[in-house]
Nanobody
Framework: QVQLVESGGGLVQAGGSLKLSCAAS????????MGWYRQAPGKQRELVAS???????NYADSVKGRFTISRDNAKNTVYLQMNSLKLEDTAVYYC??????????????WGQGTQVTVSS
């Protein structure tokens, strides 16, 4: 069993910054990919950014140049630094982690979600 605990969401004015954190714990042998997704009301969940264990990153076009994903492999934690926030960034942000348990079974888990609200 793997648990993901997110933190860092909240209310911020447009142009401001927030930093999200997601810590994975439990029976983990290796985490291959950690990522952040978001879902706005009435819209499908979409990838925001992802990062591999080797540090390769992938960003949605809408956040390139504004958001930065990073991870601390020793702590099984992924971060999302969000700068120059826009109204359209308002959504519930979900952490995702995929890898292998200590029994070498594959896992793919989601966090509970954290609300990010950008106000004008």
């Amino acid at each position: 069993q793997v648990q993901l605990v997110e933190s860092g969401g909240g209310l911020v004015q447009a142009g401001g910054s927030l930093k999200l954190s997601c810590a994975a714990s439990g029976s983990i042998s290796r985490i291959n990919v950690m990522g952040w997704y978001r879902q706005a009301p009435g819209k499908q969940r979409e990838l925001v950014a992802s990062i591999t264990s080797g540090g390769s990153t992938n960003y949605a076009d809408s956040v390139k140049g504004r958001f930065t994903i990073s991870r601390d492999n020793a702590k099984n934690t992924v971060y999302l630094q969000m700068n120059s926030l826009k109204l359209e960034d308002t959504a519930v942000y979900y952490c995702n982690s995929a890898g292998l348990t200590r029994r070498y079974d594959p896992f793919d888990y989601w966090g509970q979600g954290t609300q990010v609200t950008v106000s004008s």
